[in-house]
T-cell receptor, first 112, second 115 residues
Framework: DTGVSQNPRHKITKRGQNVTFRCDPI?????LYWYRQTLGQGPEFLTY????????KSRLLSDRFSAERPKGSFSTLEIQRTEQGDSAMYLC??????????FGDGTRLSIL | GENVEQHPSTLSVQEGDSAVIKCTYS??????FPWYKQELGKGPQLIID?????GEKKDQRIAVTLNKTAKHFSLHITETQPEDSAVYFC??????????????FGRGTSLIVHP
């Protein structure tokens, strides 16, 4: 069990740029989740995949956000035209049926 | 939607003391309640969970209780150690499409254990 892997660990970008994060789940997990966490808050749910199907999206996931999991393995989260308010830790988690979610260590995004 | 309140926001104890963190939730449909520990620079790590058909669960120094009627649940840590120092999050989870659970997290409790 190598755990959930997220890359990059840190991303600094200028406002208006596009950014993409990658998540590699635990290999036998078919469910993958994205969350956003800001300072002093708990993680907030963004979206969830079962295999390659995106089954739920939060209202927090604006039009500038898109997530994919094309082959049901790794996933990417893209943010277009970044804004100051997008600065946060982006967490990925994975799980299998009837098992709890395991989190990665996140990608910290800073918008200049 | 679900709303989870968590108290206290900060808890400072002496090594060996007990620590109690309390959470309330609003959605009676929530039926799975995990607790996570998050250390600085790391992602949340599950420490214990409880389902709505169970009132109490214990794992060594950690126990969780659930009162479905009152919609509140608590984490109890006994014989605290300095390495227990971290931020603890409670969550109330609803069933999602496809059979998974989507948690709503509290705002966290920063536990400090003084040696």
């Amino acid at each position: 069990d190598t755990g959930v892997s997220q890359n990059p660990r840190h991303k600094i970008t200028k406002r208006g740029q596009n950014v993409t994060f990658r998540c590699d789940p635990i290999s036998e997990h078919n469910r993958l989740y994205w969350y956003r966490q800001t300072l002093g808050q708990g993680p907030e749910f963004l979206t969830y995949f079962q295999n390659e199907a995106q089954l739920e999206k939060s209202r927090l996931l604006s039009d500038r956000f898109s997530a994919e999991r094309p082959k049901g393995s790794f996933s990417t989260l893209e943010i277009q035209r970044t804004e100051q308010g997008d600065s946060a830790m982006y967490l990925c988690a994975s799980s299998s049926r009837n098992q709890p979610q395991h989190f990665g260590d996140g990608t910290r995004l800073s918008i200049l | 939607g679900e709303n989870v309140e968590q108290h206290p926001s900060t808890l400072s104890v002496q090594e060996g003391d007990s620590a109690v963190i309390k959470c309330t939730y609003s959605d009676s449909a929530s039926n799975y309640f995990p607790w996570y520990k998050q250390e600085l620079g790391k992602g949340p790590q599950l420490i214990i969970d409880i389902r709505s058909n169970v009132g109490e669960k214990k794992d060594q120094r950690i126990a969780v209780t659930l009162n479905k009627t009152a919609k509140h649940f608590s984490l109890h840590i006994t014989e605290t150690q300095p390495e227990d120092s971290a931020v603890y999050f409670c969550a109330a989870s609803r069933k999602a499409s496809g059979g998974s659970y989507i948690p709503t997290f509290g705002r966290g409790t920063s536990l400090i254990v003084h040696p």
